[in-house]
């Protein structure tokens, strides 16, 4: 009902330098929703580096606290999806008035509102409410107030009313400390040189430290091979080459069609209506720049079209880029987004 992750707790949320204020911050919040100055509390920081665990984490520490306390955890996207199918159902009214009875609302990753006017405005109103009547917000963003872009100053300037706390990138000794939390719940033994090479070589995101000794763990026990170094540099050295990933065609397809507020079945479809045409086009075009797959498989993949219309795409769009001024802004934009 909350959508709250048991597993996201305070307890597995590792302190180190990186994280302090946040966390603390969290759980003073925690402690006592909506009667700090930390309203908002605004978490931000770079991709997995534990703003998704943290906010759990209040949500979860909040009901343990206050079972009698609405909490409600979701991200910015469904809150989006929500009201556009309120809007879409004329029950506007009824979607505020069900976010304005909640004691602490969680919106996990907020930039996902930027250029979202229409979700911003009701959100504006639903903050408003919430704040004038002493209940906390939490939200969490992949940056600062300041560098987001398209979002509202009105809105902007509600942000900055609480507390800011940014997560970094956890120093060595809270790598290790994560992983050896990480190996001791899930009942893995693994000796301490090997945690502290994966711990020295993958520093930037916890959600990759993470997954490398989840590989490392399953090739030890699927494979029978012995934990060492060796297997470990393997391990590693694939993670740091896969990190550089791949985007997949399925992921710009979305990219593109929340960029122009529609579904992923309405840029696939058969329709010629010129907007939809124009985000097809571009899904096309940047599945030629960002992947390695083929026209053909291109098109197939964006509502099975043949490799000539996926070759017409990439020229239509290299055209317009060089004429059109409105249109460049859009390949520049959803670059943007698109870059790892
Ligand atoms: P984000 O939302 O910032 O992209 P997540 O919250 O999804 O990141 O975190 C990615 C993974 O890293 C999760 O499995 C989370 O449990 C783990 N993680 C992040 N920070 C910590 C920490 N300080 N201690 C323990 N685990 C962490
Ligand atoms: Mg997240």
Known sequence: ESQLNPNYNFENFLEGDSNRLARNAGIAVANKPGGTSFNPLLIFGGVGLGKTHLAHAIGIDIKDKYPEKTVLYISAEKFTQQYIDSVKKNNRNDFIHFYQIIDVLIIDDVQFLSGKTGTQDVFFHIFNHLHQNGKQVILTSDKAPVDMQDIEQRLLSRFKWGLSAELQSPDFETRVSILKNKLYRDGVEMPEDIIEYVAKHIKTNVRELEGAIISLIAQSSFNKKE???????????????????????????????????????TLQSKTRKRHIVQARQLAMFFAKKYTKASLASIGSQI??????????????????????????????????????
């Not at 239509?316 to 987004?337: C, G, I, M, P, W």
């Open 227 to 265: 934990i060492t170094i060796n297997l470990a540099k393997e391990i590693v050295e694939k993670f740091v080459k896969n990190t550089k990933r791949e985007v997949s065609i399925d992921y710009i397809q979305k990219v593109v069609s929340d960029y122009f507020q529609m579904d992923v079945s």
């Open 303 to 340: 509502g099975k079209r043949d490799h000539a219309t996926v070759l017409h795409a990439c020229k239509t769009v290299d055209n317009l880029s060089s004429t059109d001024k409105q249109f460049r802004k859009y390949v520049e934009d959803l670059a943007k987004k698109l870059a790892l």
